[in-house]
Nanobody
Framework: QVRLVESGGDLVQPGGSLRLSCVASGFGLEYWNIGWFRQAPGKELEGVSCISKNGESTYYADSVKGRFTISRDNGKNTVILQMNSLRPEDTAVYYC?????????WGQGTQVTVSS
């Protein structure tokens, strides 16, 4: 059974940092690209970042470029989203995602709140 579990969300002040983790189980992480998405209250789901299965290619939304870094450790079945210089507009529930054979799988999400 494919499972994704996010963690690391918290309340942080503007300018602070958080490290989100996505732990995968039930499938071979090394064979699939992984994405991070977020959804703020009242807003649509937004793609934040993604990483290729071997980690050599990454993508960042313009809104997070230069502040967020995605990485993966296939041996630990984990994908990391390091978030620096956080802003209030980064407040959202963050989800990791994998598409396997045309089917979307999501974790339960982790709440990130950036506020003073």
């Amino acid at each position: 059974q494919v499972r994704l579990v996010e963690s690391g969300g918290d309340l942080v002040q503007p300018g602070g940092s958080l490290r989100l983790s996505c732990v995968a189980s039930g499938f071979g992480l090394e064979y699939w690209n992984i994405g991070w998405f977020r959804q703020a209250p009242g807003k649509e789901l937004e793609g934040v970042s993604c990483i290729s299965k071997n980690g050599e290619s990454t993508y960042y939304a313009d809104s997070v470029k230069g502040r967020f870094t995605i990485s993966r450790d296939n041996g630990k079945n984990t994908v990391i989203l390091q978030m620096n210089s956080l802003r209030p507009e980064d407040t959202a529930v963050y989800y990791c995602n994998v598409i396997i054979r045309g089917r979307n799988y999501w974790g339960q999400g982790t709440q990130v709140t950036v506020s003073s």
